[in-house]
């Protein structure tokens, strides 16, 4: 193997996987420390890359979502020849290791999973008890090195921009995210987050809302319930949200992308969970706190809960999620 690999890693699709991935990055870097390592995945996931050291550049994927489009992974492999030793498959579908094969890399490492016998060189163990713990399915794909945390760096000063542009002080502000990509299995209550941000507020820590443009809905059902609370779903680009969040005294989310990014930038984080559970995908951080009520019907991993009623969020109450955010605002803030 050369000493210094170009290394081509087929990532994921979703904000909190591409965080997660960083421990396979890490881990590639300390194996091969002068190793030029790029990121095929798609565009929207350049700016989180960036904040990512390990990486020397990401490439777009011009494909949408959940399609085979053979042709276009063709000729997309093709135009990649001659320029990678090793390539990383981290995506299970058996259509994501098309274009490494087709770029004819010579070193083509992924876990099995749909049969990809031929189109990996290197087939990955994958034992049942890591199957769902993404970071660790991952970081098992290097074959050695340390398992590190994500780390994302900041920018201080589009951070210091954007706090004075919101009116937000440094360590003065809650972030909540209160969405999730996945669907409304992992979403705790609008009325729930409403009544937690109005005890943070009534401490006189000011709250920020975080979230896309499809969060707006939840967010503004938040806003109704709590006045004075900032929403800033779909005002703030990926980039931007790692910055605040990262200013933030403490943050409050559902199992999803930014609660990944939370733990990626530092920022003390309560997660919620409901059709997921902390013991597949936690975030990786040092000051955490895991809420869960351990419901049996839970982990159903469902996108809507198959029961109709929602009971693993809907009777979380607001005191035991505020109980866990006071055990972490009692910790001495970061600088």
């Known amino acids: 193997?050369?000493?210094?690999?170009?290394?081509?890693?087929?990532?994921?699709?979703?904000?909190?996987?591409?965080?997660?991935?960083?421990?396979?990055?890490?881990?590639?870097?300390?194996?091969?420390?002068?190793?030029?390592?790029?990121?095929?995945?798609?565009?929207?996931?350049?700016?989180?890359?960036?904040?990512?050291?390990?990486?020397?550049?990401?490439?777009?994927?011009?494909l949408k979502p959940g399609a085979l489009e053979f042709t276009i992974r063709r000729r997309f492999g093709r135009l990649l020849r001659g320029r990678y030793d090793m390539a990383y498959v981290l995506p299970g579908s058996w259509k994501s290791a098309l274009i490494p094969f087709f770029a004819r890399i010579p070193r083509r490492?992924?876990?099995?999973?749909?049969?990809?016998?031929?189109?990996l060189t290197d087939i990955v163990p994958l034992p049942d008890a890591v199957k769902r713990r993404t970071a660790q399915a991952y970081f098992s794909l290097a074959k050695g090195g340390s398992f590190r945390a994500p780390h994302l760096t900041v920018d201080a000063g589009n951070q210091a921009a954007l706090l004075d542009r919101f009116g937000l002080a440094p360590r003065k502000f809650a972030a909540l995210m209160p969405g999730a990509e996945f669907g409304p299995a992992k979403r705790w209550p609008s009325e729930s987050y409403a009544g937690l941000a109005r005890e943070f507020m009534d401490k006189g820590l000011k709250v920020a809302l975080f979230g896309s443009k499809n969060d707006r809905d939840v967010t503004a059902e938040i806003t109704a319930l709590a006045p004075g609370v900032v929403d800033l779903a779909g005002q703030t680009r990926l980039e931007d949200a790692i910055d605040l969040i990262a200013a933030a005294r403490l943050a409050v989310s559902n199992d999803s992308g930014l609660m990944h990014v939370a733990a990626g930038v530092g920022t003390p984080i309560v997660a919620v969970y409901g059709s997921t559970s902390p013991e597949n995908t936690p975030p990786l951080a040092e000051r955490r706190e895991l809420v869960w009520l351990h419901l049996s019907c839970s982990p159903c991993h469902q996108k809507v809960c198959p029961l109709g009623h929602l009971n693993c969020l809907k009777t979380l109450e607001v005191g035991q999620v505020a109980a866990a955010a006071e055990r972490l605002l009692e910790l001495p803030a970061t600088a």
């Not at 699709?13 to 990121?39: H, T």
């Not at 490492?109 to 189109?119: D, Q, T």
């Open 1 to 62: 193997m050369a000493e210094s690999p170009t290394i081509l890693v087929i990532g994921p699709r979703w904000v909190g996987d591409m965080v997660m991935a960083q421990c396979l990055f890490s881990a590639l870097k300390e194996l091969y420390p002068n190793a030029a390592i790029d990121v095929l995945a798609p565009a929207w996931a350049a700016p989180l890359v960036k904040r990512m050291p390990e990486i020397r550049q990401q490439i777009d994927l011009p």
């Open 109 to 119: 490492f992924g876990h099995l999973r749909e049969m990809r016998y031929g189109l």
